[in-house]
Structures are given as C-alpha cells and as structure tokens.
C-alpha cells in the first residue's frame, strides 16, 4: 500500500509565489503552493518556495507530459528529494490537444512517461496525475499517489473516490472569488473560464459532469460558474470548499482569482474561516 501525501487540507494553485508570500502561506496554515500552467520540468520554480520554509510543500500542477522530458523531470526530482526531503510532489498530465503537438492517444502516453518515471527512480508514492474522466482516474490510482482533477464538483469529487478507492490520494482544485457581488464575481470567473469553454478535453468533462451545451456555451451559465467558482463572504466560500473533503477529497488546492499583489491578503481573509 503507498503512502498518501500528507498535505493537509488546503492549499494554494496558481504561480511560483516568493519566498516572502511562500513564508505567509505556510503561516497562514496551508499545506503547499501548486504551480500551474505547465511550468518547467526543470523544477528549479520550487526551489527558492522550498528554501524560504519548514514545512510547506511545493507541487507541480502540471509538468506536462508532451513538453517536459521525463529525464529532466526526474533528475529535477532527486535534486529537489535530496535537499528537502518529502516537501516536493510532482503533478504530471496530457494537457490540451490545441495546444500539445504532437498529441496521440492520452492514456498511452501517459502509461509510457509513467514508465520512463519509473526506470528514473521517482517513486510512485511522491508523483500524481491530472485526472479527471475514469479512464484517467483509474491509471492515476494504479500508477501514482492519486489523482489532482482540476475544474470539478464536489459532486465530480464523490464518483472520483469511488474510482480511485480508499487508498489513492484525491485533490480537486477549485477556483475562488472574494467578493460579495454575484455579478461581479460571476464577471473575474468568467474571464478564466473562457479559455476552457473552447477546449474539448473540458468541454467533455464538463458534460460528463451533467452540464448541458447551454451551459457551456460561452461566455458560460450561472449554473457552471457557480458550480466551479466558490464566490461570496469567505464563509460561504469555505462551506462551498469544504464539500470536497466531505465528498472523499484529501486535500483541496485552492486558485483565488486575484491580483498578484492582493493574493496573500485573500488568503489571509480566508484562511479564517476554512478551518485548518
């Protein structure tokens, strides 16, 4: 049996944060920073996040599979294990076939980079895969920690542990709007999401998760924004939240849609009432 992560039961999705902002993220009492948006396979992001704190973990979300060499990703990882031991998870994932060329089949690519990571010497227990549809679930079980669905309900959240099992490691990012005005939250959401209305992978997850063609047509319904962006006083924000872990989730990274400079005053506001 692998051993979960433990990285408690939120945490922070979006850029490589400073060593300062990494500094009052642990603080603030979350578990780790993900960086997102395909960073390098070199790691060297994690780095100075790493060196700044004690207890914070850093994790990819995600390296992908068609731009990141597994030879530089694993090297990258035992450079990073060796120096701060247990505090890097590396996130791996297909991407978009708009963007990824060359693009094949998702699931024998996916199997074949997991079996470079193995030859290399990443354990299984320290790497997990973006998953989202069951096919994708059921590899990130088998062959990983678990599984960082990215864009999903809670809803989503509870069929995916009956997939992945008691054992796998299970981490849905969700997206937040600090603001008490539906419209205007509705407003910064949709400006995110608009990318992902065009992608088909998200598109088909989307309806799996039993939205309709209304829905996604852009610019996006209430309905999905509403599901997929927590908004409001954080207190509804962290009920909204916490449905994840009530739902079988381990750990919720949280993406706060916000200004740079606005990012760790959100999370302190927040970090009051989530609980950790």
């Known amino acids: 049996m692998r051993t979960k992560p433990d990285l408690g039961r939120f945490?922070?999705?979006?850029?490589?944060?400073?060593?300062?902002?990494?500094?009052?993220?642990?603080?603030?009492?979350?578990?780790?920073?993900?960086?997102?948006?395909?960073?390098?396979?070199?790691?060297?992001?994690?780095?100075?996040?790493?060196?700044?704190?004690?207890?914070?973990?850093?994790?990819?979300?995600?390296?992908?599979?068609?731009?990141?060499?597994a030879s530089t990703v694993a090297e990258a990882y035992h450079r990073i294990e060796a120096t701060y031991p247990g505090r890097f998870l590396l996130g791996i994932g297909v991407g978009h076939p708009e963007a990824d060329r060359p693009y094949r089949t998702p699931i024998d690519a996916l199997n074949e980079y997991l079996d470079r990571l193995d030859e290399y010497g990443v354990p299984p227990d320290r790497r997990v895969v973006a998953a989202v549809g069951p096919r994708l679930l059921d590899v990130a079980a088998r062959r990983s920690a678990g599984a960082h669905p990215y864009l999903t309900t809670p809803e989503h959240t509870?069929?995916?542990?009956?997939?992945?099992?008691?054992?796998?490691?299970?981490?849905?990012?969700?997206?937040?709007?600090?603001?008490?005005?539906?419209?205007?939250?509705?407003?910064?959401a949709r400006e995110t999401l608009a990318t992902y209305l065009g992608l088909k992978n998200a598109v088909t997850n989307f309806t799996r998760m039993g939205f309709t063609a209304a829905?996604?047509?852009?610019?996006?319904?209430?309905?999905?924004?509403?599901?997929?962006?927590?908004?409001?006083?954080?207190?509804?924000?962290?009920?909204?939240?916490?449905?994840?872990?009530?739902?079988?989730?381990?750990?919720?990274?949280?993406?706060?849609?916000?200004?740079?400079?606005?990012?760790?005053?959100?999370?302190?506001?927040?970090?009051?009432?989530?609980?950790?």
Not at 25 to 33: H, R
Not at 49 to 57: D, E, I, P, S
Not at 161 to 177: C, D, Q, S, T, Y
């Open 158 to 188: 509870a069929r995916a542990r009956k997939i992945v099992g008691h054992n796998a490691f299970l981490a849905p990012e969700h997206m937040v709007v600090l603001s008490g005005d539906a419209n205007h939250a509705r407003s910064v």
């Open 215 to 276: 829905d996604l047509t852009r610019p996006g319904s209430d309905r999905l924004v509403d599901a997929v962006v927590a908004h409001g006083a954080t207190d509804r924000i962290a009920i909204a939240v916490t449905r994840h872990l009530d739902a079988g989730a381990d750990h919720v990274p949280l993406q706060v849609l916000t200004t740079p400079e606005n990012l760790v005053p959100a999370l302190t506001e927040l970090a009051r009432s989530l609980n950790q």
């Open 11 to 69: 945490g922070v999705f979006g850029r490589a944060v400073s060593a300062d902002e990494a500094v009052a993220i642990e603080a603030l009492g979350y578990g780790a920073v993900w960086v997102g948006g395909s960073p390098s396979a070199g790691l060297e992001w994690a780095e100075p996040m790493l060196a700044a704190t004690t207890t914070l973990q850093v994790a990819s979300g995600i390296v992908n599979i068609w731009t990141g060499p």
